[in-house]
């Protein structure tokens, strides 16, 4: 089966972030040179198109004895050794990364609609690493047999420890892309045996499909129990059927109650088809899903399968707990629009980007953010609802009737999207300011580690550790570190670290003299910014007077009475993520960050301005929010969402973090319509 047009572009960014990221972290190894890393990535990239764009299947043998291309390749030149490292190797890392490498096995039997995909044949796989791993010894000088196996075991290391990350990153791109796990009952093998092919027949690795598989074999039985000589006027409505059944839903959307339209064949004359939805004084209820069995027609018709597969879809929305009601109100009046068009068009189930799922989709994206108990009154909300209405008034069941709802629908989205831009804006000031804070403690850190590496005297380093520290992050903070203040007290304390370090000549003398004055004065002034009292100031100064006079004496000092030498304090643990407040006049920022500077992660974000984002709080409360802004320094993300008024900075690792341990989403980008499909196909073990 051919893949899908919609795949294409999904297939390419994932090629593309498989070959940087890996280059990216081969190159943070530094184990191998770049020419070795390209060669990596172009056999890895060969290997990826070799999978995506072939329908040969391998064998059942060669799956089960695990024929890596390496070993292929390597064969011709007799290096058996090297190939059955290299198949040993690929195994271990199958092994290293097994859940995550099944995902995205599960998600590539999606995208490429091949059940019968085998395992060990993963796009991004490590079997696909080893492909560019032969150029790669000659790439990087390793030319004995030695050589090769003692750098392969090195990378292995490295792979071992690195790859679930890569794996994670790319499990992210493809959920983002809307691209579902099949489920792994549906992977079949074509060598497995005949009994289990027959007893788990292949299915489609769409969603949708695989939840109408699962309803056909649900309703197996009753077709088996059609009367023989039913044929296929059992199997499929009469066209007059189909039409009658058409115009009496058209009137129940149009007028809301209608007379009790009957399909022949199917039931006594005069039997409701719909006695719920039809009743003389029907009473209010919440939104009604439509099947078949409400509708009088029979299970082995093709169109019931359609009706219930719609209709279990419709049901999943209108569970979803992470739903506004408002919104269910508004997609579920939609239901008999699309049932139409579900039961003349059946590829609303197989084409992703069909205008009706598009319309579905939309509604949910323009709602992003929304408080579950938003007022139908709300300006979103009776808009969506507004779109929905008018979608109903148009007769027929064209798709083509979908695409004005569907540009009202992008309008409606970017009109979110400006109003929120321009409502970031007065924090970017705000954010600017961490960045700025980031920019001192790196300036702040150099200049500390600088006076450790001048090994002063104990007492020495332990003020400069425990006080002047504190003295330049504050001057820092209200003069920056480019300020001549802050270049005053840095030179003050350089001056006290050469101040008590030997003098030999009287030159030397001569400026001590000259300098020790203007660094007391700053020593002091300092010390009293931070709060030490007169008597603590007195006993430093007296200290530092002591160790002076012991640098001005020519010679060597008597025993025992050198100064007691500076012990580099060890480096401090990394502290958890607080929450925190910036402000400036009226305008308040939160702030989930780190108490002491930490770099944002090295690899690429998952996420990108623009994007929704289900997060927690520094207490825990589940959020939803934009991404309006990120800092060009720290990297940190403006979060916004005025609905909910949150106004958040939070440090990029945290989300990276949320993202990893699956407490965070990226909801843009997501198919309503597919995830609603998804729920359902969970649930087809509980049909009745």
């Not at 401090?572 to 402000?583: D, F, I, S, T, Y």
């Amino acid at each position: 089966m051919s893949i899908h047009a919609d795949a294409f572009d999904t297939l390419r960014n994932c090629r593309s972030l498989f070959l940087k990221h890996l280059g990216a972290l081969l190159q943070d190894s530094h184990l191998i040179s770049g020419h070795a890393i390209a060669a990596i990535q172009q056999g890895a990239g060969a290997y990826f198109d070799e999978v995506i764009a072939s329908d040969q299947r391998v064998s059942f043998a060669e799956e089960a004895h695990g024929l890596t291309a390496s070993r292929i390749t390597l064969l011709a030149e007799d290096d058996l050794e090297l190939g059955i490292r290299l198949d040993n190797m690929t195994a271990r890392l199958f092994e290293r990364t097994g859940d995550l490498l099944w995902k995205l096995h599960l998600r590539f039997v999606t995208l490429l609609r091949r059940p019968d995909l085998p395992k060990s044949d993963n796009p991004v796989g490590p079997k696909s690493i080893c492909r560019g791993l032969d150029a790669m010894f000659s790439a990087a000088g390793a030319s004995t047999l030695d050589q090769k196996l003692e750098l392969l075991d090195r990378i292995e290391t490295y792979l071992g420890q690195n790859l679930p990350a890569l794996y994670a990153e790319l499990n992210d791109l493809l959920e983002r892309a809307g691209v579902n796990a099949a489920q792994p009952a549906i992977i079949t093998s074509p060598d497995s045996p005949t009994a289990a092919r027959e007893t788990a027949p292949p299915l489609s690795s769409n969603a949708l499909q695989a939840l109408q598989q699962a309803l056909a074999a649900n309703l197996a039985p009753a077709a088996g129990l059609a009367p023989a000589g039913s044929g296929a006027a059992a199997s499929l409505l009469s066209q007059s059927a189909l039409e009658q059944l058409m115009f009496r839903l058209e009137a129940l959307e149009r007028m809301g109650r209608f007379g009790p339209p009957v399909i022949p064949g199917s039931q006594a004359p005069g039997e409701p088809m719909m006695p719920d939805l039809f009743a003389e004084n029907p009473a209010p209820s919440a939104p009604k899903i439509i099947r078949s069995a409400e509708l009088g027609i029979p299970k082995t018709a093709s169109e019931s399968l359609a009706i219930d597969t719609l209709a279990m879809i419709f049901e999943a929305i209108l569970d979803d707990p992470e739903l506004p009601d408002a919104l269910k109100g508004a997609i579920a009046s939609l239901q008999i629009k699309l049932l139409k068009v579900a039961m003349k068009d059946s590829s609303l189930f197989t084409d992703a980007g069909h205008p009706a799922r598009r319309v579905i989709d939309r509604m949910a994206e323009a709602a992003l953010g929304l408080p579950l108990d938003v007022p139908t009154r709300h300006p979103v909300c009776a808009r969506l609802l507004e779109l929905a209405s008018a979608l109903r008034s148009e007769p027929g069941s064209d798709p083509a009737d979908f695409t004005p709802t569907i540009t009202a629908l992008d309008v409606l989205i970017d009109d979110r999207r400006q109003r929120m831009l321009a409502g970031a804006a007065p924090y970017r000031p705000l954010l600017e300011t961490l960045d700025r804070r980031d920019r001192l403690a790196g300036q702040l850190a150099v200049v500390i580690e600088r006076c450790f590496d001048a090994q002063p005297p104990a007492a020495i380093g332990r003020f400069i550790d425990q006080t002047w520290r504190r003295v330049l992050r504050e001057i820092g903070q209200e003069h920056g570190p480019d300020s001549r203040a802050w270049q005053e007290y840095v030179a003050a304390i350089d001056g006290l670290i050469w101040s008590v370090q030997p003098k030999s000549d009287a030159e030397e003398r001569k400026q001590l003299a000259q300098r020790v004055p203007s660094i007391l004065k700053v020593l002091r002034a300092g010390m009293a910014r931070v709060g030490l009292t007169a008597a603590e100031q007195e006993d430093f100064l007296d200290t530092c007077f002591e160790l002076q006079t012991q640098a001005l004496r020519a010679g060597p000092l008597p025993d025992g009475s050198a100064p007691e030498a500076f012990i580099r304090p060890a480096p401090r643990l990394p502290e958890a993520a607080v929450a925190g407040q910036l402000a400036d006049g009226n305008l308040a920022l939160a702030t989930f960050d780190y108490p002491e500077h930490r770099p944002p992660p090295s690899r690429a974000p998952a996420w990108c301005e623009g994007d929704w984002l289900a997060f927690r709080m520094a207490d825990g409360t589940p959020q939803i929010a934009r991404l309006c802004a990120t800092s060009p320094g720290g990297q940190r993300l403006l979060l916004l969402n005025p609905e909910q008024t949150v106004a958040l900075a939070m440090h990029p690792a945290i989300l990276d973090s949320q993202l990893r341990e699956g407490i965070a989403a990226i909801r843009s980008g997501q198919s309503l319509f597919d995830h609603a499909a998804g729920r359902a196909l969970g649930k087809t073990g509980k049909l009745p």
